[in-house]
């Protein structure tokens, strides 16, 4: 069992930058993979970035270039660039527990409860 929760949403302007946090109640650095999703009104939750535990990192294709992940012993970061009014979204931390991440985000058992993102052109 895991408490997850996320930090560092807001408001920006289009081309601006925000990292949002997210804290774990116990270690998971180098031993869980963890992951960002996205939910925006009226669409599917979609992952974003993820972080095995050996350290190889996934992204969406629409974030590439843009977002990095990270994690510390018990915090994941989601450093977010060049912003894009199409990335707002409630953004969310999530994990399995699992060493390797799962193939679908239905497998992740763990999740916070969102930090709101809003990018205005």
């Known amino acids: 069992q895991v408490d997850l929760v996320e930090s560092g949403g807001g408001s920006v302007q289009a081309g601006g930058s925000l990292r949002l946090s997210c804290t774990a109640s116990l270690a998971t650095y180098g031993t869980h993979c963890m992951a960002w999703f996205r939910q925006a009104p009226g669409q599917e939750r979609e992952g974003v970035a993820q972080?095995?535990?050996?350290?190889t990192t996934t992204y969406a294709d629409s974030v590439k270039g843009r977002f990095t992940i990270a994690n510390t012993r018990n915090t994941l970061y989601l450093q977010m660039n060049n912003l894009k009014p199409e990335d707002t979204a409630m953004y969310y931390c999530?994990?399995?527990?699992?060493?390797?991440?799962?193939?679908?985000?239905?497998?992740?058992?763990?999740w916070g409860q969102g930090t709101q993102v809003t990018v205005s052109s």
């Open positions: 999530a994990t399995a527990l699992r060493w390797r991440c799962p193939a679908s985000r239905y497998e992740y058992k763990y």
């Open positions: 972080i095995e535990s050996d350290g």
